[in-house]
């Protein structure tokens, strides 16, 4: 009895193993605490650091000599640092460029340089040749001439390539309108400034900058942190110790609006967009370990917000990310994606929504749970290299960070809270402070970005410049411009045929109740009327009868008479634009080209006599009058006066617009016509002044 | 001093790779025919899990090319237990990464997880190879990625063409003559009833490599992979395993591509043994001769000293049924492509008609002996590794001892393969030059 219960329970034990309840997603184990590594930390008489971590998992060793500096400004040199740093791979006073890279390459190793570092890896049983070519390449570099010249030359053509390359652009005037080109951050090298670099100037940043009290050496690989340090002594010992530079600089300016800075590329596809502020967030401090929280569910890979809306819900882009930087002397946060050139504005404003949503709504449990067990696995995993040990040893030393600091890392992460997420977004992601570049096709990106503030337009190197331009199409007068316009709207012969007009638009103000409508008559070009009303209640009247003009608002009514009335006296003219010509009322003069919402157009500039000067601008490709624009000075500086036509339809062989969009800074009233009706007949009653 | 030097890395090759501890490894195969590989490792708390499916861009039949990767994408569509969309979100909110790769000759899948989520893993891959959602909603979402992915990849790139051009003339007629990303058209044209027939002929684990390496318990994981793999049904379509014929190309091929470049370029591919033969091994040798490091033959005399590319490189392109040796130039500012051709050529004449020095011999081997220790230095890689070895020479252990196949490789049989393979009448020339 007790065996067949025993084979019965054996029985029911194998078939539960293979009847896995596969609907379930299985749970994990306890969770396992990642070992840190050890480090030792040692420190020779003429002030160079050591960072040793010893690891015999493979036959190799990795050596990174490191200069830490604080930031510098290179002005009309720019480039000058950078080039120091190639200098110091091509050959040492010991040995020739080829001899130095036959000497690597014979050890399979590798060898490589920076303004503020030197790295080395190679099989540990060369430890001791690679010690002494870090230390060679450190402490003699040869700075030949001839090498210079070629870098300098290739680091020229570099820049020029660049230009071609919107991300690289990008980036390069973001940082110039963040932080401003007078400081470290907001400078580049330009093909002007790396001309100006002479080889003396790189010796000189060598010479102030390279020396052992600047420097760590972090060790890591299959060597013992004595024989470590035995080999640093032997190769470094004899570096003389040089005074510490410390160079500081003001915190650039916070912009207190936000900055729209524009770069046209005629053959972009795609709009490169950043965005962001900057921020003061020093290394080790405590906001850091929340900030990283709320960037992961912001915008941090394929589960962030940004991405998950404008790439997976609305499709505008492969990849939307948002970051943060903490540094000791500026910091950022930006976000930014690449875009097709006609959803640009409407990404942004995705953007713009998705800070409002970190910043003022809670996250979810499951968003905190998942990003909290993401930066855990990547913190993991980072693990797995012994460099990452040498990196938080690094980091601990240069910016006196807790000795425990990464140690406490996943328990501070662990502590932090949907209302710490929201108070760091709000803190550190900042939209009315924010710059906004673009880089694109400003024809047909630029109008529909005005909705963000007033666009400044760029060069590649983030100087300021003109508003690209399009140039003329050659032989086309605003005669030519204005017969082309008649001709659209159906001929001489058609509008001549006008006797009335009479149109009744629905009227929409954004973030307005709906309701508003409005009515436009004219009669035998020379009576006017315009109204405006929500429901019963008249808003506002306008009315020429032929010889006075009449205005009437809440605010009360005028007459006007003689010139006073001129505006509506043109305005009860079917096409006021056939006066144009007409030599004695206006001067017109056209010399340049625009584009319209992704329309290419020609401006015609107008001056009434003894009147006002504006621009018309007839669309190319249609012939029809698709903008108007008018200036006025005002003691708040210009304001404009837009109205965009569009959507002509034909009434009785005449074209007319189905909707006019009247746009006053950021505010936009569209008048749509509803109901069109052509010589139906007008009483004239309409058109009396009470 | 200098000669000192030399000497005393000479002696530092006496010491044997002794230093470095083998990968141990176990392997088995399952009743359905799945093999399995697992190697344990304590130093991260970290695990990957993997798949290898035998499949790749060269087992696809003709009018449908990019099959093989198109389902790479297909497989994260989820299952009957995964929703739509949930595969990347569940390993990545338990802390994981997870990605997927395709090639000529296979696709490999894999999970990054932390190790006590080696269970979630191994449901994950088990859910694809039983029960893998294929339907006609996943396949139109995927279309369009796989699309996007083209356009920016490929069409998007300078010079990135050349893949499908060279293939296209150096293996016409054969399963290498479309690269894995395949033909638009063949995706748009293929209908539900071929992805399931797709999916039943290789996602069998009869054709499958599940490799594990990382802070595992060997037994509990046999015991878990037993119960979440061992219910799965042996594959009963036949799997084709298409042979191409090593021969020589005969003649010599050139044409020439406008592209959106600054630079012309030049891109030239000999015909290959397949790989894991001695002379692929030789091969890629000499393509270590002349492109590794500063003082390899083009970057010294091409790119330094005569200036005539802004890179100049050699790379083997090894597949399991053939391979190409690519060598590619692209011109710098000013200088005539055909004056980088003739650069290249001589640099390749000499490789064919004289030995390398003994120094130089020594140098390569220096140097492939670098890689070997490094290419094992993630959980990943040598899963990733194992798993190859094992599906392409039937060995998992070349990953303890592959160098000894480099090693075997003498200065005579460099000069004969470079004699042999880099003829003109057994390569395909492309030239690269600015659209107008």
């Given at each position: 009895m007790k065996k067949i219960f025993s084979i019965l329970l054996t029985l029911m034990i194998s078939v539960s193993f293979a009847q896995v309840d596969r609907s379930k997603q299985p749970e994990p184990g306890p969770s396992p605490t990642p070992d840190f590594g050890k480090y030792k930390l040692y420190e020779l008489k003429n002030g160079l650091k050591l960072i040793v971590v010893q690891n015999d998992k493979l036959p190799r060793v990795t050596m990174n000599l490191v200069i830490d500096r604080d930031p510098i400004f290179e002005g009309d040199k720019a480039g000058y640092v950078s080039l120091a740093g190639e200098m110091l791979r091509q050959g040492t006073t010991n040995l020739a460029k080829a001899d130095l890279d036959e000497k690597v390459d014979f050890m399979g190793a590798?060898?490589?340089?920076?303004?503020?570092?030197?790295?080395?890896?190679?099989?540990?049983?060369?430890?001791?040749?690679?010690?002494?070519?870090?230390?060679?390449?450190?402490?003699?570099?040869?700075?030949?001439?001839?090498?210079?010249?070629?870098?300098?030359?290739?680091?020229?053509?570099?820049?020029?390539?660049?230009?071609?390359?919107?991300?690289?652009?990008?980036?390069?005037?973001?940082?110039?309108?963040?932080?401003?080109?007078?400081?470290?951050?907001?400078?580049?090298?330009?093909?002007?400034?790396?001309?100006?670099?002479?080889?003396?100037?790189?010796?000189?940043?060598?010479?102030?900058?390279?020396?052992?009290?600047?420097?760590?050496?972090?060790?890591?690989?299959?060597?013992?942190?004595?024989?470590?340090?035995?080999?640093?002594?032997?190769?470094?010992?004899?570096?003389?110790?040089?005074?510490?530079?410390?160079?500081s600089f003001k915190a650039p300016a916070s912009h207190k609006k936000m900055e729209v800075a524009f770069v046209h590329k005629e053959s972009a596809v795609q709009s490169v967009i950043n965005l962001g502020n900057t921020i003061d967030l020093k290394p080790g401090h405590p906001d850091i370990i929340k900030l990283r929280l709320a960037n992961q569910i912001l915008g941090v890979g394929s589960l962030g917000r940004l991405f998950q809306n404008i790439r997976e819900d609305k499709a505008y882009t492969y990849g939307a990310y948002s970051q943060y930087n903490s540094d000791k002397l500026a910091g950022s946060f930006s976000a930014s994606a690449s875009v097709r050139n006609e959803v640009t504005d409407s990404a942004i404003v995705e953007f713009l929504k998705e800070f409002d949503r970190i910043r003022n709504e809670p996250v979810t449990d499951e968003e905190l749970k998942g990003a909290k067990q993401f930066i855990k696995g990547s913190f993991g995993r980072s693990l797995e290299s012994p460099q990452t040990v040498a990196s938080f040893a690094l980091n601990i030393q240069r910016h006196g960070?807790?000795?425990?600091?990464?140690?406490?890392?996943?328990?501070?992460?662990?502590?932090?809270?949907?209302?710490?997420?929201?108070?760091?977004?709000?803190?550190?992601?900042?939209?009315?402070?924010?710059?906004?570049?673009?880089?694109?096709?400003?024809?047909?990106?630029?109008?529909?970005?005005?909705?963000?503030?007033?666009?400044?337009?760029?060069?590649?190197?983030?100087?300021?410049?003109?508003?690209?331009?399009?140039?003329?199409?050659?032989?086309?007068?605003?005669?030519?411009?204005?017969?082309?316009?008649?001709?659209?709207?159906?001929?001489?012969?058609?509008?001549?045929?006008?006797?009335?007009?009479?149109?009744?638009?629905?009227?929409?103000?954004?973030?307005?109740?709906?309701?508003?409508?409005?009515?436009?008559?004219?009669?035998?070009?020379?009576?006017?009327?315009?109204?405006?009303?929500?429901?019963e209640m008249v808003l506002q009247e306008q009315i020429f009868d032929g010889n006075k003009g009449f205005l009437n608002s809440p605010q009360g009514s005028t007459v006007q008479e003689g010139d006073e009335a001129k505006d509506l006296k043109n305005s009860a003219l079917f096409v006021p634009e056939m006066d144009y010509s007409n030599p004695e009322l206006y001067t017109i003069t056209l010399n340049r080209m625009s584009m319209v919402e992704g329309e290419k157009a020609f401006v015609l500039e107008v001056k009434e006599k003894d009147g006002d000067n504006f621009s018309v601008y007839f669309s190319e490709k249609s012939g029809f009058k698709i903008k108007f624009e008018q200036i006025e000075d005002t003691p708040q500086g210009p304001v404009p006066t837009i109205v965009l036509y569009a959507d002509y339809k034909e009434y009785m062989g005449v074209k007319i617009p189905g909707t006019e969009t009247l746009v006053l800074g950021p505010q936009k009233i569209t008048l749509t016509a509803v109901n069109v009706k052509v010589n139906e007949g007008i009483s004239n009653a309409e058109f009396i002044i009470k | 001093?200098?000669?000192?030097?030399?000497?005393?890395?000479?002696?530092?090759?006496?010491?044997?790779?002794?230093?470095?501890?083998?990968?141990?490894?176990?392997?088995?195969?399952?009743?359905?025919?799945?093999?399995?590989?697992?190697?344990?490792?304590?130093?991260?708390?970290?695990?990957?899990?993997?798949?290898?499916?035998?499949?790749?861009?060269?087992?696809?039949?003709?009018?449908?090319?990019?099959?093989?990767?198109?389902?790479?994408?297909?497989?994260?569509?989820?299952?009957?237990?995964?929703?739509?969309?949930?595969?990347?979100?569940?390993?990545?909110?338990?802390?994981?990464?997870?990605?997927?790769?395709?090639?000529?000759?296979?696709?490999?899948?894999?999970?990054?997880?932390?190790?006590?989520?080696?269970?979630?893993?191994?449901?994950?891959?088990?859910?694809?190879?039983?029960?893998?959602?294929?339907?006609?909603?996943?396949?139109?979402?995927?279309?369009?990625?796989?699309?996007?992915?083209?356009r920016l990849r490929i069409d998007n790139q300078p010079y990135m063409s050349f893949q499908g051009e060279m293939f296209s003339k150096a293996y016409a007629g054969h399963p290498y003559e479309h690269i894995p990303i395949g033909s638009m058209?063949?995706?748009?044209?293929?209908?539900?009833?071929?992805?399931?027939?797709?999916?039943?002929?290789?996602?069998?684990?009869?054709?499958?490599?599940?490799?594990?390496?990382?802070?595992?318990?060997?037994?509990?994981?046999?015991?878990?992979?037993?119960?979440?793999?061992?219910?799965?049904?042996?594959?009963?379509?036949?799997?084709?395993?298409?042979?191409?014929?090593?021969?020589?190309?005969?003649?010599?091929?050139?044409?020439?591509?406008?592209?959106?470049?600054q630079l012309p370029g030049v891109f030239i591919g000999y015909r290959m043994p397949k790989q894991g033969t001695k002379d692929a091994y030789a091969l890629e040798m000499v393509t270590t001769v002349l492109s590794r490091g500063q003082s390899s033959r083009f970057y010294k005399k091409l790119v330094d000293e005569d200036q005539l590319g802004i890179a100049v490189q050699a790379f083997p392109f090894s597949l399991e049924n053939g391979g190409l040796f690519i060598t590619l130039g692209i011109a710098n500012m000013g200088v005539e492509l055909d004056k980088l051709m003739t650069g290249i050529d001589e640099q390749i004449e000499m490789v064919r008609t004289d030995l390398i020095s003994e120094k130089e011999y020594q140098k390569v081997q220096n140097q492939l002996e670098s890689s070997f220790v490094s290419s094992n230095s993630t959980m990943a890689g040598i899963a990733e590794s194992l798993a190859n070895y094992h599906v392409y020479f039937g060995d998992a252990n070349l990953i303890n001892t592959e160098i000894e196949k480099y090693r075997e490789v003498t200065r005579e049989d460099l000069k004969r393969v470079a004699d042999k393979y880099l003829s003109k009448d057994n390569r395909v020339v492309l030239y690269y030059l600015p659209k107008k």
């Open positions: 590798n060898i490589g340089t920076s303004s503020s570092n030197v790295f080395t890896s190679g099989l540990s049983k060369y430890s001791e040749e690679l010690m002494a070519l870090l230390a060679d390449v450190a402490m003699n570099p040869a700075f030949p001439d001839s090498e210079f010249e070629k870098l300098k030359t290739q680091t020229i053509s570099g820049l020029e390539s660049n230009k071609d390359n919107p991300e690289a652009v990008a980036g390069q005037v973001f940082n110039s309108v963040l932080f401003g080109k007078d400081h470290p951050y907001g400078e580049s090298p330009s093909v002007s400034t790396v001309e100006n670099v002479s080889l003396d100037d790189c010796k000189a940043y060598y010479k102030k900058y390279w020396t052992p009290n600047n420097a760590y050496i972090a060790i890591v690989g299959n060597i013992k942190p004595r024989a470590a340090k035995k080999l640093a002594k032997k190769y470094f010992g004899a570096w003389e110790m040089g005074t510490k530079t410390t160079n960070l807790d000795e425990d600091y990464y140690k406490n890392y996943l328990n501070e992460l662990d502590k932090v809270t949907k209302e710490d997420i929201m108070a760091m977004a709000k803190k550190y992601i900042l939209p009315k402070n924010m710059v906004l570049t673009i880089v694109g096709k400003a024809s047909d990106v630029s109008a529909s970005l005005e909705q963000f503030g007033e666009i400044k337009y760029y060069d590649e190197e983030g100087n300021i410049t003109e508003k690209p331009s399009i140039p003329l199409t050659p032989g086309v007068t605003a005669q030519m411009v204005l017969d082309n316009y008649i001709k659209a709207l159906g001929g001489n012969e058609n509008i001549a045929k006008l006797k009335d007009l009479a149109i009744d638009f629905k009227v929409t103000v954004p973030g307005a109740p709906a309701g508003f409508t409005g009515i436009r008559y004219k009669k035998g070009n020379n009576k006017y009327k315009f109204v405006m009303a929500m429901g | 001093m200098k000669k000192y030097f030399a000497a005393a890395l000479l002696a530092g090759l006496t010491i044997s790779l002794s230093a470095q501890t083998k990968i141990k490894f176990t392997e088995y195969d399952l009743e359905n025919g799945l093999h399995v590989i697992l190697h344990e490792d304590h130093a991260t708390p970290i695990v990957t899990v993997s798949v290898l499916y035998h499949v790749g861009s060269k087992n696809e039949k003709e009018g449908r090319t990019g099959f093989a990767h198109f389902f790479e994408h297909l497989m994260f569509e989820g299952s009957p237990n995964i929703d739509r969309g949930e595969y990347m979100k569940i390993v990545q909110n338990n802390g994981g990464q997870l990605n997927a790769n395709t090639s000529f000759d296979r696709t490999f899948y894999y999970e990054l997880l932390p190790s006590n989520q080696l269970e979630l893993g191994l449901w994950l891959e088990s859910e694809r190879m039983l029960q893998a959602t294929v339907d006609n909603k996943g396949v139109e979402t995927q279309r369009e990625v796989v699309k996007e992915e083209k058209e063949d995706l748009n044209a293929a209908e539900i009833a071929d992805f399931k027939d797709f999916y039943e002929t290789f996602y069998a684990p009869n054709n499958a490599t599940l490799s594990i390496a990382g802070d595992i318990d060997v037994e509990q994981t046999k015991e878990w992979i037993e119960m979440y793999f061992g219910p799965i049904k042996k594959g009963t379509n036949e799997i084709p395993r298409p042979q191409t014929n090593e021969e020589l190309l005969g003649t010599q091929i050139v044409d020439t591509v406008y592209d959106n470049i």
